[in-house]
């Protein structure tokens, strides 16, 4: 298994992360016993009692308690019920825990008003314990998000131990004082949905594209009911994806809140975030709406926080897995919207609007550190277990192992963060759509192979003009590349130089995939060029690709590149559906006839006498084509 697996199918061990980032790590300190009258109250403090021990994966009953900083009552004795929460913080020592109250609450009037389910987040993997709080704060600025969660610091103690500081905040749900949409369950296009892309998703889900959406919102109780509604928005946001990876900005305002999409893209521009395609990427869509995109949530592994994938650190520099479609951890929105010029106008005009209020954030960060010092201290002091930070450390001195560093790192990751997108933003290069890499190198993105090596490291390589020389041999392998992603019916180019110092059949094969095409060729003491097409069978996120020598002598491949080529033209296919059906002579007549907001992804498959217009005798051709399809 390669390296990125190990670390990033979401940090099994803590002991990785360090290797990984060759960082000093703090020394464990041994657990104490201290009781609420020992620790000071410079945050609010929430007691919860189990009655059972450790809280499970399923809903157990508790009593929580919660006092405000001077210790008045904001709760008292309260019953409620309490889970574990999270993916791979689950994995972690310091737990999280989701709340459900029998009746809607608003603990210390954290939220804009009360709900039944709240979260305590432990920011597990952030020294600072500031991350996800620094996020819901420049969330709060970009009003065209659906919604952002209030928060606030906490002390935590369940069953009378001490856990430290966590994060209480409002969960994604749907309420009127959160993601406001119409509940009727019983409706179809009549119901609002709230949606989450990730890889962790569990009934009732759905794919679009080969990106996996679970429905978090109310279904119908009947099943034949519920099975429409997921059909419904399954295909609605299928639409919407291929709408924008079509490029066109008309096109895509059909199906997308285009703002929520520029406010949502931005924010993640900002956190630099590694899960932005991997899990925790939120969608709604309310009766009669548009798709949006938001709220923004968990970003403990965000802000320069991350070993890999590569490029995640620095302050600098884009992040191939959100600009690419080559890998699971990528994000299709963020990637096919930033390859739009019209977007890429949007977003810087939206940067500039915001920038004077995200210039505030940093200094916001450390009032926030110095207002609850002892607290956020106090967390690492009175734990039984350390943090294993994946910031590499200018040393590995004393002062970098409390938590006000921490903070000044993440102050000053976000302000260097905000002059570097001010600068980019601004260049000849954002504006042509390069997008550069923190040491300035421009990123092949379209090469599925590149993408999935960068996804492998720590440190830059050059991934854009791969070569390769093994002996040949009885099936003898050259090299191979995995895993990257390829979709069920679209069409990928292999191109390839070759030679051999021999004699060699050389074998393209293709790992947790079927082609229909044999991808072969005969090397010899010429270099020749290959260009090899195919169109996989089944979706596949983790895809590989070997070269396989048979023969003798040494084979050379040089300049390796996989990438989508386009899907080849379907005569009368106005729509872009890749078929020409009546529904596209039904487009066409729309558009002849100038009814509003018609639009023609693709008008030259409609251009069937090839004069370079669309009129009535293309109709007259197309209804012709038609005709002779059911003959």
Partial sequence: MLLQHFFSRRFPAFAAAAVLAGTAQPVRKPAQSVSAAEVSRPLPVITMQTGQGDVQEEYSEAVISVQ????????TDTVCKVRLRGNSSRRTPKKSYKLHFPGKANPLGTGDGAAKTWALISNGFDASLLRNWTAMQIGAQLDALPFTPNCRSVQLYLNGKYLGV???????????????????????????????????????????????????SRLSDDAEKAAE?????????????????????????QYLDIASLADNCLANEIFKNIDVGWDSYYLTKDAGGKLKFGPVWDFDLAFGNGALPYGYQPAEGESAFALSDATEDCN???????????????????????????????AAVLAEQAAHAEAYQENYDNTNYSFTPFLPFPDSSEPYYTQAAQAEILADWVEKR???????????????????????????????????????????????????????????????????????????????????????????????????????????????HAELYFVPERTDTQTGLSFVGNGSGTVRLDHIVLRRAAAEAVSGDLNGDGACSIADAVLLVKWLCCEPETVLP????????????????DLALLKALLLSQTA
């Avoid at 509940?183 to 080969?210: C, I, K, W």
Wanted: with cysteine; net charge negative.
């Fill in 68 to 75: 405000d900083e001077d210790g008045s009552a904001d709760l």
């Fill in 166 to 216: 966590y994060l209480l905040i409002e969960t994604v749900s749907v309420n009127s004082h959160r993601i406001d949409l119409t509940e009727a369950p019983e409706e179809v296009s009549g119901n609002g949905y709230l949606l989450e892309m990730t890889r962790y998703a569990q009934e009732p889900d759905f794919y679009a594209g080969s990106f996996h959406f679970e429905v978090k």
């Fill in 229 to 253: 509604q997921v059909g419904y928005i399954s295909g609605y946001t299928d639409a919407a994806l291929r709408a924008l990876r079509g490029g066109s900005q008309d096109e895509a305002a």
């Fill in 332 to 362: 299709p929105w963020i990637c096919y919207a930033m390859r739009c010029g019209w977007f890429r106008s949007l977003l810087k005009a939206r940067f500039e609007e915001m920038l004077p209020e995200l210039r505030k954030i940093p």
């Fill in 418 to 528: 905000l002059d570097w997108l001010d600068t980019y933003y601004h260049s000849p290069e954002f504006a042509d759509g390069i997008f550069p890499d923190d040491q300035g190198n421009a990123m092949t993105l379209d090469n599925l192979l590149s993408v999935s090596l960068l996804s492998q490291l720590n440190e830059y390589r050059e991934c854009s003009d791969l070569c390769y020389t093994a002996p040949a041999g009885d099936g003898r392998q050259i090299t191979s590349f995995r895993p990257f992603m390829l979709e069920a019916g679209e069409r990928y180019c292999l191109t390839f130089d070759y030679s051999c110092t021999g004699s060699a059949e050389i074998v393209c094969q293709f790992q947790n995939q079927t082609v229909r095409e044999p991808l072969t060729v005969t090397a010899g003491s010429e270099t020749q």
């Fill in 602 to 617: 693709d008008w030259r498959a409609g251009d069937l006498n090839a004069d370079g217009r669309l009129d009535a005798r």
